[in-house]
């Protein structure tokens, strides 16, 4: 299982903002959406990604952060997956990095985003599936109906 | 007053397309909601149900097929119908679906192979690995292909499942094969083979390979085929070698030993020889004067880290030239669009969000639209993962219905759509018929020590129904 698997069954592309627009306008889309990041675009090339976190970190020491902008906040050393990148290493590297958004591009153009939740739940349900498959064929076994 | 929908006096219509594994999961959790009254009819194409695991599973994987035993409970639940041979699109369009259903569910699966986009492709010889499976498990659309088994070197491009079960079948004795359910045609032909050499040809190296522990070992035990790999091929690059350590995957470890070991053991004179190849890919299928494949150029790759640390090939300038006769491509699946269904090319999915499927202009929920299952995610894992992509279409479903976000049919009344069915395809196949057409396979198979042997035209099929 890879990434354009999980985008796959996800209708929204990512949120995107741009660096110069407002922390006011930037909370305003993390309502809206109801998530908990964006991507901070120039044209469609991803330039940085600003979460909750970023925020919430900046609020806690500064009465005025709603007039910051995007930029000011945002963490630009944004690391990026592509569609064929495997899920099993993807959710290594996010747990391991402390990532909670992965960008997604394809040749430098942004198509989309994957959560840690996403990610996790695509991980569960890919268990889920092989154990169940796997009993079927224990159950088979014990029958003897196979051979 | 107006009773509401999914009560027992007015129940939930349902119509499945696809008779296949996800077909049958997303029927069962509809069905098994205690608290919603639900009416499912499941359409197939094809007379027969199961999809995948009677036509795609291979015939010597029969413990895999056990999984039809939970379909026929499902197939015998109250309110569950099955109309076989009746083609989404031909005799039934989607008007006439939202005319008898509230909802509509598609789960036709990932139906077309991907292309390698190379030189030659299209050369006799050259063939998708589907089209190989389709016609040794007796799909009727598939019966009359034709391959070449009098070569004696074929390649097999992929490393996946489907790949690996073309590897064992060309591999395997006829007298293994002759006690499975395997086409009898196919049988025949296969008993005619003259395949010595088979390659299974990965173009990452042996850590990325998609095949599994138990698939791989099978592969070193066949009866009549030495298995052999290159030493220098099957050991670790630095970056799967630190991949692998960093996630102490044990079961990717193990891979890597079965390799090894596999490099290491000498040819012990079997007639067949099959040959496992990494970090390569097929750049150009060569012709002889007829037309036909004669060899395969392959470059060689190395691995690259993405940013996440996913490793991915890339070419090298190194080439080299293998002798072939027939080519199967197993490099990847789609899906292909419905009449009249939003499609995501990109990903070859109908367009969805969790299952629901999306206009394409607004993005936002058709009503009374959804998808399950490889249509609906792309063509990964094994049977059972269909089963919660089931379950999370099917919240969305009762979460429309509980916000009265379904279809108004003009003829919600289940003889209303039986009578459409009968009058569009009369020939179609009940759940009981196909009863029927499985106690028929298994009897004759029995007189074989087989356990069926398939009927694989849909005329064999309704002549046996006395039609």
Redesign the interface.
């Given at each position: 299982m890879n990434i354009a698997n999980i985008l796959a069954r996800k209708g929204s592309m990512a949120v995107t903002v741009r660096p110069e627009q407002s922390i006011r306008e930037a909370l305003a889309l993390l309502e809206r959406h109801n998530i908990g990041a964006l991507i901070a675009v120039q044209g469609e090339n991803p330039v940085g990604i600003l979460s909750e976190r970023d925020i919430v970190r900046e609020a806690a020491r500064n009465e005025r952060f709603f007039a910051l902008t995007v930029a000011d906040l945002m963490t630009r050393d944004v690391i990026t997956g592509q569609p064929h990148d495997d899920l099993l290493t993807v959710a290594h590297t996010m747990t391991e990095r402390r990532i909670r958004h992965l960008p997604v591009v394809d040749k430098e153009r942004l198509i989309g985003m994957v959560s840690i939740g996403d990610v996790v739940k695509a991980q569960r349900d890919h268990y889920q599936g092989e154990v169940d498959t796997l009993q079927t064929q224990l159950l088979a076994g014990e029958s003897g109906l196979a051979h | 007053l107006t009773t509401s929908t999914g009560t027992p006096a007015r129940p939930l219509r349902v119509a499945i397309i696809g008779a296949g594994p996800t077909g049958f999961y997303v029927a069962d959790h509809l069905l098994r909601n205690p608290g919603v009254a639900v009416e499912v009819d499941m359409l197939d194409r094809l007379p027969t149900p199961y999809g995948l695991v009677r036509l795609g599973v291979a015939p010597d994987h029969?413990?895999?097929?056990?999984?039809t035993n939970?379909f026929d409970k499902v197939a015998a639940s109250p309110g569950f119908r099955f109309f076989g041979g009746v083609d989404f699109g031909k005799h039934v369009t989607l008007a006439d679906l939202r005319a008898h259903y509230h909802q509509i569910v598609y789960c036709t699966g990932a139906q077309t192979d991907r292309r390698m986009g190379i030189p030659g492709e299209d050369l006799a010889g050259s063939h998708p690995a589907t089209e190989f499976v389709a016609w040794y498990n007796g799909h009727p659309d598939y019966r009359d292909c034709v391959f070449d088994l009098s070569q004696e070197s074929v390649a097999v491009v992929g490393v996946g499942n489907v790949a690996v079960d073309v590897v064992r079948i060309l591999c395997r004795t006829p007298e293994e094969l002759a006690?499975t359910d395997i086409a009898d045609y196919a049988l025949d032909a296969l008993r005619k083979s003259r395949v010595k050499e088979v390659y299974l040809l990965g173009r990452r190296g042996p850590a990325?390979a998609a095949f599994t522990n138990p698939e791989i070992r099978e592969l070193g035990e066949l009866p009549d085929a030495d298995i052999a790999a290159d030493p220098a091929e099957v050991e670790l690059d630095p970056l799967s070698r630190a991949?692998v350590e960093?996630?102490q995957?044990r079961a990717t470890a193990k891979k890597v030993e079965i390799l090894r070991a596999y490099a290491r053991r000498p040819a012990s004179g079997k007639s067949k020889r099959l040959v496992l190849r990494f970090l390569v890919s097929p750049v150009e299928l060569i012709g002889d004067d007829a037309g036909r494949v004669a060899a395969m150029r392959l470059v060689r790759n190395e691995l690259y880290a993405?940013?996440?640390?996913?490793?991915?090939p890339r070419a090298t300038d190194r080439f080299e030239e293998i002798p072939v006769g027939l080519v199967f491509r197993s490099v990847g699946y789609r899906g292909v669009p419905l009449s009249g269904v939003p499609f995501?090319e990109?990903?070859g999915?109908i367009?969805?969000?969790?299952?629901?499927v999306?206009d394409p202009r607004t993005?936002e929920p058709l009503v009374g639209e959804y998808t399950a299952g490889w249509i609906?995610?792309?063509p990964?894992?094994?049977?059972?993962?269909?089963?919660?992509?089931a379950a999370e279409t099917v919240e969305c479903m009762f979460e429309d219905l509980a916000r009265g976000a379904v279809l108004e049919p003009a003829h919600p009344e289940a003889a209303a759509a039986d009578t459409l069915v009968r009058q569009r395809q009369p020939s179609f196949v009940s759940y009981n018929d196909w009863l029927k057409l499985d106690a028929l396979e298994v009897a004759h198979g029995r007189a074989q020590g087989r356990?069926r042997v398939k009927l694989t035209s849909v005329e064999e099929m309704l002549a046996a129904l006395g039609r």
């Open positions: - | 029969q413990k895999i097929k056990f999984v939970a006690t990325q991949a960093r996630s995957d993405t940013s996440t640390g996913a490793l991915q995501n990109s990903w999915v367009l969805n969000d969790k299952g629901r999306l993005k609906k995610r792309g990964t894992g094994v049977i059972g993962t269909n089963k919660p992509d356990p």
